[in-house]
């Protein structure tokens, strides 16, 4: 079994009276597909974004490769090798593929105003270091082509790559991805699950959100069900659907002893 990287203690957050996440505890092992499903109002989306630094935890505790990173800011915890994606495409449209590219790979290191405005060695190293490794990011998820194109041009399935690969840029150690395959088609979605598996071969761990049930069975390792903030069940991903707690989250009780999700 791999080591744990990402380990979730109690992790709570609330809204006035409601418990949006409630005392939740999951773990993320080193190189590991975690796939996180649920009906909608889970809680989902809420606890990527207590992971992530979007918003900050009631309480429960938050710890990355040993270290307690709780609330700390997004900016800070992609520089320290954790990164996420939002539901809907974060592209600047008006900026090219590869300008967006290079936007993410400063999320992990940029040389500082000083440096950049007065275009030091340090700067210009980093420039050069960061234009090999977007090439090799655009090339290696076959954008190249489309380097030169403005983002909003893209169709909206190269546009979810093209998040993906801003993310990477940044040279993470997990990847979050939120809804990834959201309004793509079968074979959009296809590309997508291929892509992961890729990203996954080079070392990275990913947790990925998801409605796509047969996305999300053809891509995880285990998949966590989640309903109303809390954690329904975990396991491998047939397990994990095949569970009537599960049905009953998506189906009803009604339906639970006669459907399979």
Known sequence: ????????????????????????????????????????????????????????????????????????????????????????????????VYENAVRGAYLGLYPGFVAAFFNTRRARRLREDTA???GELLDWLNLSEVAHLQAGSLPYGYQKTLGMVISLAA???IVMLDEPVAGLSAEEADHVRDTILK?????ITVIVIDHNIRFMKGLCDRVMAMNQGHELTTGAPLDVLANPKVIEAYLGRGHAAAHRI
């Not at 505790?61 to 320290?80: S, W």
């Open 199 to 203: 990203i996954r071969a080079r070392g």
């Open 132 to 134: 090999r490794r977007v």
């Open 1 to 96: 079994m791999s080591n744990t990287l990402l380990k979730i203690e109690n992790l709570s957050r609330h809204f006035g009276g409601l418990a949006a996440v409630s005392e939740l505890n999951f773990h993320v092992g080193e190189h590991e597909i975690l796939g996180i499903i649920g009906p909608n109002g889970a809680g989902k989306t809420t606890a990527i974004n207590l992971v992530s630094g979007v918003i900050r935890p009631s309480g429960g505790r938050v710890l990355f490769d040993g270290e307690d990173i709780t609330g700390l800011l997004p900016h800070v915890l992609a520089r320290k090798g954790l990164v996420r994606t939002f539901q809907s495409t974060t592209v600047y449209g008006s900026q090219t």
């Open 171 to 173: 040279q993470p150690r």
